[in-house]
């Protein structure tokens, strides 16, 4: 499986998670901003702007009970692989 990383460079990957939503299910309940304003914040219409990058270990609870209030269960947290901070492409 190919993972990203040229030849000689080591792994040191880890494992991070990051915010997700699914925009055709999202009705701009705002919820998710609500309950996790250090990540999400709303359009002129309410709908959620998720911030770029991986969730802060301190906000993974916050997190998670943002993702399981969602009305229509347009938002998950999904674990992704990273490199030194970045996600792997």
């Known amino acids: ?37 250090e990540m999400v914040s709303l359009d002129d219409w309410g709908y959620p702007i998720i911030k770029a990058g991986t969730v802060p270990a301190s906000l993974i609870e916050h997190a998670r009970r943002a993702a399981d209030s969602c009305p229509v269960l347009a938002l998950r947290l999904a674990r992704i692989a990273t490199v030194v901070g970045r996600p792997i492409a």
């Open 1 to 37: 499986m190919f993972d990203g990383l040229g030849a000689g460079e080591s792994g040191g990957g880890v494992m991070g998670e990051t915010l997700q939503i699914d925009r055709i299910r999202c009705d701009g309940h705002g919820l998710c901003a609500e309950l996790l304003p």
